[in-house]
């Protein structure tokens, strides 16, 4: 015999389906199928759903986050109909522990699908445009992070990218101009790192340690005081928000960055 399991659902069914499988596996798989019954957003559709599909060997597991919906099916439950309510027990715990009231709104899992895609969308943003790559895509980002090395700029760009925003990093370097589109980016989308020339020396001390090599001038005081003069120069010519790393968490300086980016650009637009 085949036992056919309903997927009841206000919205898709995904997540009713998903449990279902999961218990299914616990058996004999072959002795299952699945129907989804998707899109049940009436009483009467429901009853028509249930009544239509409800053989000797009725199995329904559902996702109904509409309240009459899910009392009208706890009472066909009640009447012998064979059901598992997925989402209600978590729902109604988490309701009484916490004291919110539930949107009851279907499908709204799929919005936090979407802002998970989003921040893996940033996430390869940020890694194909770290350290000056593809320039031509400067334009294209929510954020535009320029300094000298070892200023921050990739970590505060991931950090902002986990956050959902796309960031780039241009890397300031002594006598080479940046490119030419960094230009051509809203000044209120980019942000000038710096910190202090001593700090700026430790760092790069130690990350010449670390590789085991020796690069001239790297972590000499006055090429440094002079390397950041020249990107202050940059910045100011670009006309940006100038944030400083030194001594700063990465959390820090990103809210620093991302108040300033929402309340600038909401102020204008």
Not at 17 to 30: C, K, L, N, S, T
Not at 231 to 255: F, K, L, S, Y
């Amino acid at each position: 015999m085949t036992y056919t399991v309903h997927i009841l659902s206000d919205s898709l069914g995904e997540t009713a389906e998903m449990v279902a499988r999961a218990a299914i596996a616990q058996f004999d798989g072959e002795g299952f199928r699945i129907e989804r019954l998707p899109r049940v957003r009436t009483v009467d559709e429901l009853r028509t759903a249930v009544r239509s599909h409800c053989g000797r060997w009725c199995l329904f597991v559902y996702t109904l986050v509409d309240e009459s919906l899910r009392a009208e099916m706890a009472a066909l439950c009640a009447e012998g109909v064979n059901g598992v309510d997925v989402l209600g027990p978590a729902v109604g715990t988490l309701a009484r522990v916490t004291g919110m009231r539930p949107s009851g709104e279907p499908g709204a899992i799929r919005r936090t699908d979407e802002e998970y895609f989003e921040r893996i969308e940033a996430m390869e943003f940020a890694v194909k445009h770290d350290d000056g790559r593809n320039p031509q895509d400067l334009p294209e980002a929510d954020v535009v992070l320029i300094g000298v090395s070892r200023s921050s700029k990739t970590p505060l760009a991931m950090y902002l990218a986990f956050k959902g925003y796309r960031a780039a990093n241009v890397p300031l370097t002594p006598g080479t101009d940046p490119p030419e589109e960094l230009f051509s980016v809203d000044p209120r989308r980019v942000f000038g790192l710096v910190t202090s020339a001593r700090v700026l020396q430790e760092i790069r001390t130690e990350r010449m340690r670390e590789l085991g090599t020796f690069v001239p001038r790297y972590a000499d005081l006055e090429a440094i005081e002079r390397e950041l003069e020249e990107a202050r120069a940059v910045m100011r010519r670009i006309g940006c928000i100038v944030v400083h790393t030194d001594n700063r968490a990465i959390e820090e300086a990103a809210q620093e960055v991302i108040r300033h980016l929402e309340g600038g650009l909401s102020e204008s637009d």
